[in-house]
């Protein structure tokens, strides 16, 4: 692989002051993250920032040199758009360098109320085409925008042609059902939206029996999502990574348990101008977080060196030791 673009930025996940400063220590360029409520697409209980704690961890990161970008890309719901207000209105107070958003009126609020604030789109806005990605452009100044996991490699590069904002895209991590922005499934099994409240598979509904011989069943309210042998590990029960019988055949029958993993395609993805690349996992741990950001630190710094990247480093790290390139080398249609 041989360097031929700009040196891309580096967007690490950070679900708690500490994993914050893990990520930065490790060599994010900017950690994305939430306050601790329903504005942001991760409101699980033990993660995410009050305002203070958000102010410190703000303060550490431009220290170290890195950017916090807070994300509020969840849908403000009816009659209490203030909670989604307050936070802009916050995390500009205390220094964010963007905020990450993906209802178009609290872009527009942003746009109106606070006209400096630099302001990225969110992959929960669903943005997949030029005139929808140029229309936030030109009516809200969107810098940039977080493109969803559904394109190839030839349509990134097709869009950033037409557009004239920064892209950033997962290369790492967690994959959803291919409708960034609209799931419908957890909401209908728990009552709690991702996209409003911002909680998949809510902890609260989840639970796990085991019967005499030790196989475990896993459900999310009413609902089996799996069984398992007890030789088989267990992983936590959301509908899009459940097992069902189709025909009487059990499969996953809409996403295998699997990550992200597109460090293979680094030289691809900054040739079909890619300003940024995404790791997924707010939720998790500090020391999984600082070995992912290391290892992307690492293989991006080979590439941009001449260097052949360590492409082995991160399959240890993806969900049951399997990966995907994903839509990227999409072969369907």
Known sequence: MTPDTALPELICPAGTPASLRSAVDAGADAVYCGFANETNARNFPGLNFGKEELAESIQHAHNKGAK?????NTFPQAGRTCLWKSSVDDAVEIGADALIVADIGLAAYVHRTHP???????VQASASSPDTINYYRQRFDIKRVVL???????EIAAINKEIDCET???VFGGLCVMAEGRCSLSSYATGKSPNMSGVCSPASHVRYEQNAVGD??????????NRFSKD?????????????KVDGKAAYIFEEPTSLNAVQMLPDLLKAGVTALKIEGRQRSRAYVAEVVSAFREAIDDHMGGRTPDLQRLIALTEGGRQTAGAYRKTWR
């Open 68 to 72: 916090v970008l807070v994300a509020i």
């Open 116 to 122: 400096d604030m630099r302001l990225h789109l969110s």
């Open 148 to 154: 969803p996991r559904v394109l190839t490699l030839p």
């Open 168 to 170: 950033e895209v997962f």
């Open 216 to 225: 475990m069943t896993s459900r999310l309210g009413d609902f089996v999502i």
């Open 232 to 244: 088989e590990p267990a992983g936590y029960p959301t509908i899009c990574k459940g097992r069902y």
